[in-house]
Structures are given as structure tokens and as C-alpha cells.
């Protein structure tokens, strides 16, 4: 998600009206999205549901948003994606926070390169992806770093089917480039198109993408070597922070990195990992972890 849901959108968008809601209608709104997604609503969002769900109340020929719960609570068809959609607005970008890609490239890399010159293969997560910065980022530097004659598998998720085609076609505004991407990738790797950007065919291809809500079982994608989750805990209850960290434990190679974002931590959560020492987010199996895996 990169930071998905509404504590991104509310960055970009004011107030408008307020929802003629009523606690009922609002409770079932908070449920819908907590189910389906995972993300919590606090009641002071409530004067940003207009803004989020208008759109599609239009889009559906709806008169209001009060209109469109009434629609979704009669479970009309086609419905319950595109409010899911728009509550899960996404905000991410190429090489977002700098650190969590300086110790992948200069910590993480090596000691993992180290660890699988035998079979020559890594595998690499981003939960929660959006428009594809982050697995994209990931690729660029394992270009640079020219591991030909590895095998790499990339996998980008998330839960909106909308971005996961925007981030399959690898297409970025200007101001989407200049927002945290160095100019030698954009010279190298990007091909203009009018005034867009497209990455080039030999980077996009190194990314598979797939829809995948963490409210589902995901044990099948794994096992990961290194799995990105970040800005993705922190739109969680504890419950759901705790499910999804102990499904990534059970996908997790014993000496894998787990990326969190810089505000979110396992730490009372989670005894199923440990902090990389000195490197804040980065975590690893704990050795109980890894008793049971060897």
C-alpha cells in the first residue's frame, strides 16, 4: 500500500460537506473496510468520506454517499470493489525514505548474495505496492549491481486491481519522477512518452505483480528472502498487525529481512523477530524462528 488509506489521502484532499451518515450507516462503513481490508477508521475520518466515496456515489449514478452505503448494504453488484478502491488511495514514490534501499543494496545484498552463491536465486516481496515505486526502486539497483546470471523473482501485491494495472504498465507523470528518483535512472532506464515516463521493457519485466489482500492467506506466495511491508502496519488494529506479521514469519527464510516502515515496530506485537542492530524497520527471524526452521 505505501502508506495507502487514509492517512495518505488526507495529505491531499480538504473536507468537504460532511456525510449526512448516520451512526449506523457509519459503523457499517468502518466494519465493510476493516473486513475487507484490514485499514481501522477512527471516527474522526467521517468528515472525509465525501470526499473519498462522492466520486464513485456519481460514478453509480448514486445521489449521495448516504445513497451508496444504502447500495452496498443491498450488495449491488460491482459495488463493494470500487468503494475499497477508493478508500485505498495510495502514496508512494521512487526510492521513498532513501535508508531501507541503502542497507538493501549495501547490507542486505551482499550477505544474501553470500548466502546463496549455490543456487544463485533470490526472492524478493513488496506487500502492499501501490503504483510499483517501491519493487520497481528494488530493480534499478539490482540492475546496477548486474546479478545476470541470478535468478530473481520480484513480487509486488496489493489490493486494488486499478493500481496493480497503473503499476504493470510502469507509466509515471514527470512530477512522479522527480519525486525521489535519481536523474541517472530516469537517462537510463526511462523512455519518454509525451509527457510521461515509461520504464523500459528489461526493468519492468523483473516485477511480476498480482492482487493480493493481507486479509487473505498468503502462505502459497513464499518463501521470501526479503519481504517489504512498509507503511502498511500502521492502518492495522493490533489483531491484524499480529496476524499479518506471524504469516510473514511462516514465509520468511530464516536469515530474511523483514522491511517495515520508519514510524512502525514489531515490538509488542510480535516476539517472532529481531531488530537489525543499528538499522531502524529491519528485522530478522528470532532465534526461536530459527530453531524451528532448521
Known sequence: MQNSGLQSKERKLKPVKQACLSPSDYTYLCDF???????????DKESLIDSYLLPVARENSLKDVKELISALRAGRAGLANQVINAMMTHETFFFRDGKPFDVFRDHMLPTLKKARQKEKHLKIWSAGCSSGQEPYTISLI??????????????????????IEQAKRG?????????????????????????????????RNLVKYQVRNLMDDFQALGPFDIILCRNVLCLFDYQTKARVLDGIAKILAPDGYLVLGAGETVLGISNQFRKLEGKRGIYQPCAEVLEKSS
Not at 473496510?33 to 471516527?43: A, D, E, F, I, P
Request: glycine share 4%.
Open 33 to 43: 473496510v476493516k473486513t475487507r481490508s484490514g485499514v481501522v477508521l477512527s471516527q
Open 142 to 163: 539490482l540492475k546496477e549491481k548486474a546479478l545476470s546470471k541470478w535468478n530473481i523473482d520480484i513480487l509486488g501485491t496489493d489490493i486494488s486491481p486499478v493500481i
Open 171 to 203: 507509466i509515471y507523470t514527470q512530477s512522479e519522477v522527480q519525486r525521489g528518483l535519481p536523474v541517472q535512472y530516469l537517462v537510463k532506464y526511462f523512455k519518454q512518452l509525451d509527457c510521461d515516463w515509461q520504464l523500459v521493457p528489461e526493468i
